[in-house]
């Protein structure tokens, strides 16, 4: 379940890039090509789907590792004791809400 769903967030994550830069470079203004030479736009293009296809595998597999790892742990507290699920679920709004700010800054 995890390989599969890791292979297709990668594929539909590099698909959807790939149409998105490729739609936003065709409707672009003439100006930006008789400002910007083809192969730097070339250059910057093969640079993100590379970035795309090399990093988001990595990261990828790891959050779904965590996702999978969290979820089991809930399931194994619940099954142990009803009220820790109490806690846990403040510690992860708590969590929600750190992770905003950090993300913001």
């Known amino acids: 379940m995890r390989s599969t769903t ?3 967030m990668c594929m539909r994550a ?3 890039l790939h149409n998105s830069i490729f739609s936003r470079l065709l409707r672009a203004p003439i100006a930006v090509f008789n ?3 083809i192969g730097q736009m070339l250059n910057r293009f093969s640079k993100d789907m590379g970035i795309v296809d090399e990093m988001l595998p990595t990261t990828g597999y790891d959050f779904n590792f965590s996702l999978f790892e969290t979820i ?3 399931i194994t507290v ?3 004791n ?3 699920i109490i806690p846990g679920i403040f510690l992860i709004i708590l969590m929600v ?3 905003g700010i950090y993300m913001k800054s």
């Open 6 to 8: 890791w292979f297709m």
């Open 72 to 74: 089991g742990i809930i």
């Open 78 to 80: 619940a099954t142990v």
């Open 97 to 99: 809400i750190v992770r």
């Open 35 to 37: 400002n910007n030479p």
């Open 82 to 84: 009803v009220y820790l």
């Open 14 to 16: 590099s698909v959807n």
